[in-house]
């Protein structure tokens, strides 16, 4: 899989950009600076720049989906 940002560290805006893509759901970056469901979720509106680049790279750059 190709990264243009950062580590895939669960919780990360890439993460989690790539889990959304994953299980179709809708893009809505955010991400999880303690890990996935541990300590507080930070949405777009307080994430930089940087951040959302990472969210939507991860999103775009998911090439699998769950099978439902």
């Known amino acids: ?3 243009a940002f950062g580590d895939r ?3 990360s805006p ?3 950009g790539a889990m959304d893509s ?3 759901r809708g893009i809505k970056p955010h991400h999880w600076p ?3 469901n541990h300590g507080n979720r930070v949405d777009e ?3 930089n720049k940087d951040q959302i680049k990472e969210y939507y790279a ?3 750059e ?3 989906r769950k099978d439902w």
Do not use: A, V, W
């Open 1 to 3: 899989m190709k990264r």
């Open 62 to 64: 998911e090439d699998d």
């Open 34 to 36: 303690d890990g996935t």
């Open 9 to 11: 560290i669960h919780g």
């Open 45 to 47: 509106e307080k994430m």
């Open 58 to 60: 991860g999103f775009d």
């Open 22 to 24: 994953y299980y179709g």
């Open 14 to 16: 890439y993460d989690r």
